[in-house]
């Protein structure tokens, strides 16, 4: 893991400009300091020059990549149907920041957006509190081949099982609860996993069906911990 300057690292990184600026109240802001006036003297900037460009930087990748991360759900096949039927397409409203560098990083996205962005009072603590009381997190895939006879899933699962060419859905959705569910109590996790999605698909040779691929997308819901209240 790469530490800031400001935490005692050697590199360059966003949260050292944020702190040599003063935008964020996190960091030593003399090894920031000399940092970013190290870099100066390499490439014949400013430390501030410096700064204000690698944040500039910064704000316009973090909105580029919102950009793609929702053109990317429009794209998607599943989404795709649910747009039609629903009329709709993403449009978000507001950009809601959380996390360490959130308060001094608002600007420098907002400069490149044209929402709202938004930090919350309590963004420093936000992620840590998420990680804290939600459940444990697991999304995977099982694929079975019916022509090869093989199994294979997300997590190294591999089995060679004989198989008539087709197979009945619940079948299929059976066995990659099962399987799934030895695998999340090897790990100490004993929620019950679900299926995301299920599709089909027929292997054709010379003109006949000859097997079938089952892709089935499972893992655990995502949630709060019992117990918790909110």
């Not at 022509?147 to 089995?159: C, L």
Request: include cysteine; charge should be neutral; hydrophobic fraction near 40%.
């Amino acid at each position: 893991k790469t530490l800031p300057a400001m935490e005692g690292g050697n590199n360059v990184t966003i949260s050292d400009c944020l702190c040599f600026l003063g935008e964020i109240d996190i960091g030593n802001k003399e090894l920031a300091t000399k940092i970013l006036e190290r870099e100066s003297e390499k490439i014949g900037h400013t430390a501030q020059e410096i700064a204000l460009k690698v944040l500039d930087q910064a704000g316009k990748l973090i909105v580029e990549n919102l950009k793609n991360v929702i053109e990317y759900w429009e794209n998607e096949p599943k989404y795709k149907v649910w747009q039609i039927e629903n009329k709709m397409k993403i449009h978000p409203d507001l950009l809601f920041l959380i996390g360490g560098p959130a308060k001094g990083l608002r600007k420098y996205i907002q400069k490149h957006i044209d929402i709202p962005v938004v930090v919350d009072k309590n963004a420093m603590t936000a992620n840590a509190l998420g990680a804290a009381l939600a459940k444990e997190s697991f999304s995977s895939y099982v694929r079975i081949n019916t022509s090869e006879k093989r199994i294979t899933t997300g997590w190294g699962y591999f089995e060679e099982k004989s198989f008539t060419k087709r197979i009945h859905p619940k079948e299929a959705i059976d066995f990659a609860l099962d399987i799934t569910k030895k695998h999340l109590k090897s790990l100490g996790i004993n929620e019950e996993p679900i299926i995301f999605e299920h599709e089909i698909f027929s292997i054709v040779r010379d003109g006949y069906t000859n097997g079938q691929i089952h892709e089935i997308s499972i893992g655990l819901k995502p949630g709060i911990r019992e117990g918790v209240e909110l």
